[in-house]
């Protein structure tokens, strides 16, 4: 099993910027990836971003030249740095491991609030 534990949410006005963490024990593999998914009121959840055990990394469209993912594999940890933050990036922030595209753990997720 895995266990994972975001942080870093809270309100911050338009444009400016957040940090999450999210950290991961149990049983953590090397070859596992990570990310970052987002579900907004009334909306499905959605991926925000994804780092793979190599490093690869992909983006939502919607936030590609303004959130950066990264890990620190010796602390099985991923982050997401968000800037320029926007109103329609309000959501619920939920932090992801995938094992062999088969097996999926979530944290209990952090909610992030864009507003003036």
């Known amino acids: 099993q895995v266990q994972l534990v975001e942080s870093g949410g809270g309100l911050v006005q338009p444009g400016g910027s957040l940090r999450l963490s999210c950290a991961a024990s149990?049983?953590?593999?090397?070859?596992?990836?990570m990310g970052w998914y987002r579900q907004a009121p009334g909306k499905q959840r959605e991926l925000v971003a994804r780092?793979?055990?190599?490093?690869?990394?992909n983006y939502a469209d919607s936030v590609k030249g303004r959130f950066t993912i990264s890990r620190d594999g010796a602390k099985n940890t991923v982050y997401l740095q968000m800037n320029s933050l926007k109103a329609e990036d309000t959501a619920v922030y939920y932090c992801?491991?995938?094992?062999?595209?088969?097996?999926?753990?979530w944290g209990q997720g952090t909610q992030v609030t864009v507003s003036s």
């Open positions: 992801n491991v995938e094992r062999f595209r088969t097996y999926y753990f």
């Open positions: 149990g049983s953590i593999f090397s070859s596992d990836d």
């Open positions: 780092i793979s055990s190599g490093g690869s990394t």
